[in-house]
């Protein structure tokens, strides 16, 4: 490069100096000079801009007469005057660089400097930075030695900006700019450039002299050089050595569904997503690799880089499902989704990471036009199934059966059953087609420096129940901005309104909720009578049909609106401080305000009324603040040594803060607020605050030698405010390796384009058990006693604290292998993993006559929670996908992915019960124990039915004593005989046993996409295999009593003259307990669904043009179309209501899913 | 910084901020009062334990106290269980108290005060625990969790020891609380030592004790005998020590009403308002312990002839064909008390107690002329000639037979027979529970649950 002689600069500023004095005060300065170089110094410095121009061409350019500016033109008019006399012209690159172009048009400079990708070449830049810093005179200037220049298009021909094009080996790069066009400018004629774009097969092209080098880039889904967002930054495929599932938001978009975990269903190896409830806005589980462990094993997400707090257990009340963390954000919006699987992706996460960590990236601007696009469905949803349930007459003829059996009297309304008819449907009355809609609308764009990413979302999804709806509002603002060469800042904002309607009880209980009702409302009921008001049961009525409300009267009526306010912020801060060397900083920010109100009207319907309104209020503010700050140091050393070094310092604070308040006596059913009610003393308050603080180290290394042989190191050390003083901080440490066998130069023969060999091992934590302030010794009030006849408070210690209660520690191993084919048209993966779940928190009874009772009331013995059990999931993961085009222009794809489940408690001191049917006498449905997987299913085994009495006085007498039953005494024909597990010839607690499990032995999921000339198909299949289910429904509708309605299938009861049915007899007071926990009620859950299928079309480019539009697709879509399940229930995709694993696959009556048929359009402007 | 990671529950008192202040110290002692009145604390555990597992008292009820009448009783006894948390936590709850308050800044005297009563209801715990259970834990200070799942069980005689020492220190308390009724009283600490003597035969002490609180002055019989179960008399002049009781705090749970008159009265309205249930009954022979005369019969027995609140006593209201009247029969019914939300106090330990604990220790110390007149007192209260001129042994029979009439029904009598080495001629033979056995029955079981967190807890023979 030439260095202009350091005089110049004087002598320039000394006339610089002269002529402003000559001029009036009143003017603008203005300058004068001959020469191109010394002009456009000048321009540098009174603009501080930097021009990038080849020395030797300016070294002779002068003007014949002083060209005159001054200071109050724009910058780009000078230019326009000055270089029009040299027939050159300028690009301008970002906001301070420009190019001098030559008159042959082409760059007149080393290199277009300074566009910037956020993912590859950012050396460049680098480069150019230190260049400034050490030689700020001189950096600009440079000789050129070689030019080479092209246009980049994709395989369909549409010019492609934003390329990165890098000279192998060096920092010597640009980009594309708008029209695809690249020029660089190059030491000499040799080398290999290599172009790489998201989304697109990275191409190497030796340069061999060539001054033009044009380019197609094809379009590849899953490249090796596709760049996986990881825990604190991303990596290349290729490079990755942990187990991290991706999947982009492209893929996610085909399915139209409101939610994105909705949407991950089936799509990704190791990740079982199970629906909690079909109600709109409804809660699901997610388990990444096993179920996991004792409790709640949902993974940790993190959303634009904020660690995501708000979850189940930090909501106020029952309304677990509508705390989906997922729900408030926009499914357009999403650029990414990864999910890290094993914990050498996820130790960086440390404590929180145990049950994995989804990391949700939303979209962000790209340079170029601005670009603004609708995206927007509309559907109808009706319920996917419906359960046979007896008709009026047969109901009335029921009733009597079981009545009669039970010595009791019979409704005279049923004296002649037939007469009855049909009666009402019930849940024909309760669900209906509704609507679904969504309206997406987005802008996006930028210069080279800056870039935005803006969309406003609305989504309404009205239930299949009346009553029930969920609705959404979003908005979001993407920012990156380039501030200096050396400074990037970028923000990430949402903010959004989500709206849930939902019904009373609509989960978990097999009594109350609506679902319920409408099984159990007699048939022999109407809904409205002639005047509208509700029919319900008369007095006479009611020891018949039972005390069970109108489900539509319940439906109608229901209040019970959420509201959640959401802002997630994160601002990030992003300085290059060298050229391998950057730090960064991000400020999050997760504030969501939940409004939730629930009022319980007054209502009259026969005999049953309710003339006690009750408002409940309850409003929740969770503030997540997060701090980090990191330093990556990237590098290559002797071409082969390729080293990045990681780490960081960040701290959060979570506050979670609820008031409730609760009145009741509202004057009217429309007056539903609290001050509406009756004063003081009918009117409750109560709340709760707590807080959880992080703070945390964090590190990581990834060494790749020649390309081949990859080293990942991981570390977090976490302190928080849940951990114990004696165990403050916690330490999470993973190793993985990898080996890219497919590099080596014997593979290079082979047909097989990629091969890598995985393995890595680590250990993370859960901290979700450990609960807030553990260590401290609670006092508790309330203790009372009286003295001098006034009662006066006292105050004991209520809680034995813990101070050495320590996070659960998950240890994974994981074997895993890549492999590709066919120039990586076919890629399969496949990963071993053993996770143990260590350390696992549960409650230990602490000795009585250490004295400490937790109530007031003396009953609940004191627990101290310590780490104690271990639970053990191993499982297979394997997935698939193959694409192809063919020469006619037909391509296709296909992804298949399956995950096994291995579950197994190691340790476990107590066994836990769980997953009772809800308020109801069967009671308690699961049983975890040590040995066994988690929540199986646990109760009696039924041995038929006693067909006829001496089938029962044969039972009975088993034993030899007269006076004892086998049974019971009420025992008698028609009723279930259950198997006799000990041997002692009697049915006793005893006789229970181990009923099989909820947790399938795989999941799987397949996916076609099929395009021609602008017609696509998708096609999602889904799927589990060797899990069962508890359907509670049958509870009330194959159970023995009366007072509610049954199934058809008890049409076929056992009679006396029907003595061979499988269905148990009618009798009111069910004497032998026929509802007893049992394998009658549990059924094989496995289900393979077309959980979505769309079928687009895309106009061709002429003529959306013609529409003034740069895209047009239209596309129709369904979803749950068909599944083949022998479950009985209303649909086997059965997880937790409560998300705890204990009481899984457990089918409390659950608002049932629908089948949507909806039609959808993308336009592009 | 590490003062980032520290959050104490924000919705919770925990041990660092309280005990600060006097209200923390005052209210950390009221809760010790209120593990004494607990289900089967002093609530029902004296009738249990006292008079149904003896020969006064019987249950019918499978729910209820049937295994500790018939001694069928085992360690997964919830009865016993529920006993035992409340005299640990009565312990426990003392232990804090003595260990926390010392460093509390407060008025002396109150401080002072404090740590007495928590002296007094650790040794009344303590007093409960061994004399049902026999050989305990020692604890006298809060336990350290490294040792919660060790302790082991003490010889008797340490417990013993620490109940005499907390006693004797107790003595410090007040004689009175003019607007506290119902705290621990210097009185009460002196007629617990004296039945502690008592219970260790150590007779002279036994009798100094007692003399020591008649001199006192400050006690003395009610001229009616019923006056001490009518609220009306409530802590005064023959009350050392009771159980406070309010009614109308609610029903089950942690009310602050007495249960006892549900547990023993019958379902009619007149008699208890809402309703009782008879669980606890008076064995049929204890209508024939009575002298003729003695107007204590009428008040302990509901029985054919009886009238209360106008209403004849109907006998087939009771298997037995009686009822337990005292906790009933001194007031009428008062319509506001739940079913199990009685108003009236339980005595713990009365003046006549005293007077008998007197003659008692004298007598064993040969003084029996002297101690004629104490027993004479209790005697002349219920209407009934003195007796005179008895040898050693028959004035010991007389004590006996004195104090199961007179404390009928208040938790005495397993005990009293245990102490005179009846039990198995009262309860086995004349009582006819064939089941009883000693020595197992003479201490009831360690519960199990227990043991299974902490088998070095041995469990007493024959369990």
Known sequence: SVLPPLAFGQ???????????RRPRHLSVTFESKSLKEILFSLENVYHVSFNYDDDVLRDAYLKENFVWNKNEKLERILDRLLVNFQMSYKRIDKSNFLILSKRGEDSTESSKGVVSPTVGSNFQQTYLTQRLNEPMASTRTTIDFTVSGVITSDDGETLPGVNILLKGTSKGTTSDANGRYTLILPDAEG????????????????????????????????????????????????????????????????????????????????????N???????????????????????LYVIDGVIITYNASSSYGYKETANNPLATLNMADIESISVLKDASASAIYGARAGNGVVIITTKRGKSGAP???????????????????????????????????????????FANPASLGKGTDWQDAIFRSAP?????????????????YISAGYMKQDGIITGSSFSRYSLRLNLDNKVTSWLKIGNSLTLSRSFNQSLTNNNGDRYAGIVAQALRRSPTLGIRNADGSWVGPDNSDLAYVGVINNPVMLATLNNEPNERLRALENFNVEIKLHKNLTFQTNLGVDYVLTNYNRFKPTFVEGALSNNKPEATSTKSTLSNLLAENTLAYKNTFNAKHKLEVLGGYTAQLSTSDVVSALSFFQLTNDLTTIDAGSPNPDRQASGSKSQTSYVSLLGRVNYAFADKYLLTANIRRDGSS?????????????????????????????????????????????????????EYATIGSGYKYNFGGKVVNGMTANRVPNTSLKWETVTQTDIGIDLGLLDNRLNFTADYFIKNYGDMITDKRMPIYAGMVSDAYYTNPISQPINS????????????????????????????????????VI????????????????????????????????????????????EVDAANALDGQPTLYYQSSGTAPGDIKYKDLDGDNRITDKDRTYLGSPIPNFAYGFSTNLEYKGFSLNMLFQGVHGNKIVNVNRYILESSTDGENKGTAMVGRWTDANPNSNFPRAISTDPNNNDRASDRFIENGAYLRLKNIQLGYTLPGNVAERMHLSNIKVYLSAQNLWTITKYSGYNPDIGAQTQNNTSYGIDNTVYPNSVTFLGGINIGL | GDDFLVRAPLNQITEENFWKTDQDATMAVNAIYDALQTDLGYRLGGLMFGDVAADDMTCFDVNWFVPQDNFTVNPSDPQVLAAWRAWWAGVARSNAVLDRVPAITMDETLKQRLLNEAKFLRAVSYFNIVTIWGDAPLMVHELEQSKVFTVTRQPQAEIWAQIEKDFTDAQGLPLSYPNEAGRATKGAAMAFLSRTYLYEKKWQEAANKAKEVIDLGIYNLHDQYIKNYQTAFENSVESIFEIQYVAGTGGWGNNEGNWVPSYTGPGNTAYVASGAWGIVLPATASKDIYEADDNRRAVNLFEQGSVYNNTPFDPKWSQTGLMLAKYIVGDLPVATEGAIDGERNMPIIRYAEVLLTYAEALNELGQTTTAESYLNKIRARAGLDPKTGLDQDAFRDAVMQERRIEFFGEGHRFFDLRRAGKLDEAVRIDAGKANYTEPKNLYFPIPQAERDLNPGLEQNTGY
Do not use: C
């Open chain 1, 869 to 904: 059990a271990n639970v053990q999931n191993k499982g297979l993961e394997l997935a698939l996908n193959y694409q192809n085009r063919t020469m006619g222009g037909f391509s296709y794809s296909v992804e298949a992915n399956m995950t096994t489940f291995s579950n197994k």
């Open chain 1, 11 to 21: 002598e320039y500023a000394s006339r610089v100096a002269s002529s402003s004095q």
């Open chain 1, 371 to 413: 670009r603004l696009s609708y995206e927007g469905y509309y559907g109808v949803q009706t319920v996917a199934k419906t359960l046979d349930v007896m008709d009026a007459s047969e109901y009335a003829s029921y009733s009597n059966d079981a009545r009669t059996a039970a010595g009791l009297g019979t409704n005279l309304k």
């Open chain 1, 436 to 452: 679904i809609q969504n309206h997406q609308l987005s802008l996006s764009g930028g210069s080279d420096n800056s870039q935005y």
């Open chain 1, 907 to 950: 340790s476990l001191t107590d066994d836990i019960i769980a997953g009772s049917t809800g308020n109801s006498d069967p009671g308690f449905l699961t049983r975890t124990t040590q040995g066994r997987s988690i929540g199986e299913f646990y109760g009696y085994v039924t041995d038929g039915i006693f067909h006829n009495q001496a």
């Open chain 1, 192 to 275: 290999v450039l290599v172009f790489s774009f998201i989304g697109y097969t990275t191409r190497e092209e030796a340069i061999g002299n060539r001054s033009t080098i044009d380019i197609k880039m094809t379009a590849d889904t899953k490249t090796l050089s596709e760049v996986i967002v990881v825990g604190y930054g991303s990596q290349e495929n290729k490079d990755v050595t942990g187990a991290v599932g991706a999947i982009n938001g492209t893929k996610l978009a085909t399915s139209a569904v409101p939610s994105v975990d909705q949407a991950l269903q089936g799509r990704m190896s190791g990740v079982y997503v199970t629906t």
């Open chain 1, 277 to 299: 409830s079909g109600e709109p806005g409804g809660g699901l589980s997610m388990r990444v690799r096993g179920m996991g462990g004792l409790g709640v094993s949902e993974p």
């Open chain 1, 722 to 774: 849940v951990f114990t003083s004696q165990n403050k901080y916690g330490i999470f440490p993973s190793f993985s390796a990898g080996w890219r066998i497919s590099e080596e130069t014997f593979m290079k023969a082979t047909p097989i384009s990629n091969l890598k060999l995985r393995a890595s091992w680590g250990q993370v934590g859960i901290d979700g058990s450990l609960g807030i302030g553990t």
